[in-house]
């Protein structure tokens, strides 16, 4: 199983991207899945994280900025990150919780991150 984090870029501030996470290989359901980034010197923060049925929670840094959505139907979850600032300049991380066969437990997966830069 895999995560593919992928959709980020240098960016000027007030301008947007959409990230995207999808997962991929042989495995039965894709759960919760979570976006999380990592600036310079700081620890790793939650930015946005969205259940199988759809719930969402979001960072009070991004509320009303960022959009998490998911396509169960292609494995994906996207993160729609509007009116960029430079202080959301971080590697991007999307995390997901996996049940690799029915009746299973799920587990955490982490993609591999992707960078996202935005100036001032």
């Known amino acids: 199983v895999q995560l593919q984090a992928s959709g980020g870029g240098l960016v000027q501030a007030g301008m947007s991207l959409r990230l995207s996470c999808i997962a991929s290989g042989n495995f039965f359901i894709l759960g919760s899945v979570g976006w999380y980034r990592q600036a310079p010197g700081k620890e790793r923060e939650l930015v946005a994280d969205i259940s199988f049925t759809g719930n969402t929670n979001y960072g009070d840094s991004v509320k009303g900025r960022f959009t998490i959505s998911r396509d169960n139907a292609k494995n994906t979850v996207y993160l729609q990150m509007n009116t960029l600032k430079p202080e959301d300049t971080a590697v991007y991380y999307c995390?997901?919780?996996?049940?690799?066969?029915?009746?299973?437990?799920?587990?955490?997966?982490w993609g591999q991150g992707t960078l996202v830069t935005v100036s001032s």
């Open positions: 995390s997901a919780e996996i049940a690799l066969r029915r009746g299973e437990p799920y587990d955490p997966y």
